[in-house]
């Protein structure tokens, strides 16, 4: 079992930058390849990044790619979202979650998911 409670959300302008944080709890954490997705109102869900348990790998999407950037530190069960140059259409709700696969980009691979934390850029 893991449980996740992401964190670092909140208002910002046109080309500001902000750190989400994934901690999570359990001992097992380094066994997950870790996910970050995002929801704007009135919108699926859709995939951002993804690192590898191990974090020598990741995935992005290509809307972020040389915005944001994924890290994790094993040693203290968390995983981190840099996210630079943000965008309006970057508003939404990022949650973070935990897959047993290999680089997962579709939600229904992931089995543990965080709350969620508000991140709204205005223009």
């Known amino acids: 079992q893991v449980q996740l409670v992401e964190s670092g959300g909140g208002l910002v302008q046109t080309g500001a930058s902000l750190r989400l944080s994934c901690a999570a709890s359990?001992?097992?954490?380094?066994?997950?390849?870790m996910g970050w997705f995002r929801q704007a109102p009135g919108k699926e869900r859709e995939f951002v990044v993804v690192i590898r348990k191990s974090g020598a790998r990741t995935y992005y999407a290509d809307f972020v790619k040389g915005r944001f950037t994924i890290s994790r530190d094993n040693a203290n069960n968390t995983v981190y979202l840099q996210m630079n140059s943000l965008k309006p259409e970057d508003t939404g709700v990022y949650y973070c979650?935990?897959?047993?696969?290999?680089?997962?980009?579709?939600?229904?691979?992931?089995?543990?998911w965080g709350q969620g934390t508000q991140v709204t850029v205005s223009s």
């Open positions: 359990g001992r097992t954490f380094s066994s997950y390849d």
């Open positions: 979650a935990a897959s047993p696969h290999e680089l997962p980009i579709v939600t229904h691979l992931y089995n543990y």
